[in-house]
């Protein structure tokens, strides 16, 4: 890969970790301010309250994956990865500044609303065109190492925020964080927007996009719009499908492992948090190794041993946590089941990419995948507190495994992707699968 690419590599990855700091950084550290907006209660109670509104974010994102989709297939992929990051940063700003319940009742959870309501369009496109730009910006047999970094900069910001957070804990008091050393990441994160926007608005256009503006793809009118999308319905549907088990098992294992780890497993909330940081460290560094083997032996062989992993061991590996007891036996499991979700994280986004035709690949991907998170990865914390609250905790485990039994099917059934020339993506027809990318190359260099 040449110097320019990962240049776009960076930018598009840079911005992608401030919006998923931003976005994870509520989850993280909702121990500590959920008591601020909410009355007296148990703890349980305080929890489902704050992912409540964690959740109602994600039922933004198909809103945000529809505007922000369509900007980005007809403005591009640059005037959507600014605007998307600009949200962003006027959402961390409110959180920081939110009245607590002491201060305005209920008017500082409508504030904390709205932020998340903001975070919720803006993650619903960041995803789709992150993933669009990091796809279309790679060539071709490189296309699932770099986006790889899509997941990379995604846990890049979670593992920001949970360092920040294992910073606060050690150098503050409990009383101090819950009283307002919880704004601190948000402020810091809407710094980090600012810098991301002055980044994003010098960052380079993709060859693709810019070839299919040319006139080599969909009419201008019906770029990034419903009816285009509605002639790929069935790969609309896939996504959704191959989605739904990989963002449940991954929310699972990312943001609820710190509250579950703390609140179930009993462990102090400085130990759940450094388990969670340590994981997350490996986890990144999984992803450019499991994207650069699906580039040789293809997307699908990686999917299927996420999936039947998941559906096996979830389980056993969520029993086991509970009993953990201390800090190396709960980090041992995480790592086992980070390392299964790799499987899935590491190449999904350019398997949807590579599933649409450049004039409504950003919305392809976006609506389908912010519906499918509004419905099971939005949820997942909520159902895991309300299991929880229940006195079943360990129906959420089956819940997971099942979740991903679905999406095994579809992997099972699916076509592989690898060889798909993005420029071609149904030029014969809504699913058609082009000559292989990789046989055109090998007769050009030939000829050459």
């Keep these: 890969m040449g110097r320019e690419h990962w240049k776009k590599i960076w930018v598009g990855s840079a911005g992608n970790m401030v919006e998923w700091f931003d976005w994870f950084v509520y989850a993280s550290f909702a121990t500590y301010f959920a008591a601020a907006f909410f009355p007296e209660g148990d703890d349980t109670a305080k929890l489902m309250n704050t992912a409540g509104i964690f959740a109602v974010g994600f039922f933004m994102r198909p809103v945000g994956g529809w505007l922000l989709g369509r900007v980005g297939d007809r403005r591009g992929r640059k005037a959507a990865l600014t605007l998307t990051v600009s949200l962003m940063s006027a959402s961390a700003v409110l959180i920081a500044v939110a009245p607590t319940y002491a201060v305005a009742g209920y008017g500082g959870a409508a504030v904390l609303l709205v932020a998340r309501l903001l975070q919720g369009l803006s993650v619903g496109g960041e995803y789709a065109a992150s993933a669009t730009y990091l796809t279309e910006a790679s060539a071709p047999e490189h296309r699932g190492f770099a986006s790889s970094f899509q997941y990379v900069s995604m846990t890049a910001g979670q593992i920001v925020g949970l360092g920040l957070q294992i910073v606060l804990q050690r150098t503050m008091s409990a009383d101090a964080l819950h009283s307002w050393g919880w704004r601190i990441p948000f402020v810091v994160g809407a710094l980090g927007a600012a810098v991301v926007f002055y980044l994003r608005r010098s960052m380079l256009e993709t060859e693709v996009y810019a070839q299919d503006a040319a006139g080599s793809g969909l009419a201008p009118r019906d770029k990034g719009t419903l009816r285009a999308l509605w002639a790929h319905k069935r790969e609309a549907l896939l996504v959704m499908a191959l989605t739904m088990g990989g963002t449940v098992a991954y929310y699972t294992y990312t943001t609820y492992l710190t509250k579950y780890l703390s609140n179930s497993a009993g462990l102090p909330k400085q130990t759940a948090t450094l388990v969670s940081f340590c994981a997350l460290i490996v986890f990144a560094c999984l992803q450019p190794l499991a994207g650069r083997l699906s580039d040789r032996v293809g997307r699908r062989p990686l999917l299927i041993t996420f999936a039947v992993g998941s559906t096996l061991l979830t389980v056993p590996i969520m029993t086991m946590l509970r009993h953990a007891g ?54 997942a914390e909520y159902v895991a507190l309300w299991f929880k609250d229940a006195g079943h905790e360990s129906g959420y485990y089956w819940y997971v495994a099942g979740c991903a039994a679905v999406s095994l099917i579809v992997y099972v059934t699916m076509r592989e992707t690898r060889d798909i020339d993005l420029g071609r993506v149904g030029a014969a027809g809504p699913g058609s699968v082009p000559p292989s990318s990789r046989e055109r190359s090998t007769v050009a260099d030939s000829a050459s």
């Design 326 to 379: 201390s800090f190396w036996p709960a980090l041992g499991l995480s790592l086992l089941a980070l390392l299964v979700v790799t499987g899935y994280t590491s190449i999904n986004a350019c398997v949807k990419a590579e599933l649409f035709p450049t004039g409504v690949r950003a919305l392809g991907v976006a609506l389908p995948y912010a519906l499918a998170n509004a419905l099971f990865g939005g949820t």
